[in-house]
């Protein structure tokens, strides 16, 4: 039997129709085992991380000698500094406590008086003040905003003379009134004014028009509907503003003076003896001046990060 092969139609060009080539396979890209999609940049490098725990580690260190030391004896604490308490005592914090002169009461209680009529004098002052500013054309804040960025960039130990002669000509040196009142200028009151004009830019001017419109004046504005919507940024000027003032020395030892009275920092260089030094009860004072500022941090540190990462989402 014969068998004929079958002629192939032809196309409508007359051409016989050429076979398809198979596409190659796509090659996978070999992967690490154990690591999937992982590339070499997002790993930290053991260089970098050592870099950062020493970093980490000179940070923490003064405050992990303060907890540790405050409740040691004398004699451990000269032992080794840096050692646990294995005999942990509270006679430190007790002997700090019973001062005769009650060194860490007075100076409490002057540094919270300082802290508070300070920062309460300087959130409002410079909010409005940056109210004020923010709704100016662009070349007036800019020029008010570089003669303030000079109360940052001038050292405090410039301007102290002048400061204090000034105090003796209105009255008010070695006074507290005096040591607020030279709280109120400089670096505190132009950080204030950096950070809310950085806040009430981002406020719209809808807003603000709205407000006007309806009848209400500029203190108004300022005081029912812009303060509460930077809220985060007055808790992140409370928290620095605050601790630049409670960790002050040089202010309050040369306007208010050693015979005057004392803040916290000026009774810690108090309490450090001449020729004698009780580490025992400087350690103990050390730590209980620390627990105030640390107790306004945890109260405000949803408002303080919140203040921190504003802006990076919309």
Known sequence: MTVHAVPTAPDRTGSRPRPRRAAAPMPRRSRRPGRPGRSRRSRLSPARLTLAVIVVLVFVSPIYLTIVNAFKKEGDIVAGPATPPLHPTLGNLHTALSRPDHLLQHGLRNS?????????????????FSFYVSRRRTRTRAAVLAVLAAGLMIPPQVVLLPTI???????????????????????????????????????????????????????????????????????????????????????????LGPLQGQTITTGLYLSVGQFQMDYGQLFGIMFLAGVIPVVGYLTLQRQFIAGLTSGSTK
Do not use: K
Request: glycine share 10%; aromatic share 14%; proline share 6%.
């Open 165 to 255: 002669r000034i105090l003796t000509f209105l009255g008010l040196d070695h006074s507290y009134p005096g040591l607020i009142l030279s709280n109120l200028g400089g670096g505190y009151f132009s950080f204030a004014v950096f950070v809310y004009v950085g806040f009430m830019r981002a406020v719209p001017d809808e807003v603000v028009e709205a407000a006007r419109l309806d009848g209400a004046g500029g203190l108004r504005i300022w005081w029912t509907i812009v303060m509460p919507l930077v809220r985060p940024a007055t808790a992140t000027v409370t928290i620095f503003l605050s601790l630049w003032i409670w960790n002050d020395f040089l202010n309050p030892q040369f306007i």
């Open 112 to 128: 919270l008086i300082v802290v508070v009529c300070s920062v309460l004098l300087l959130i409002p002052l410079g909010s409005a």
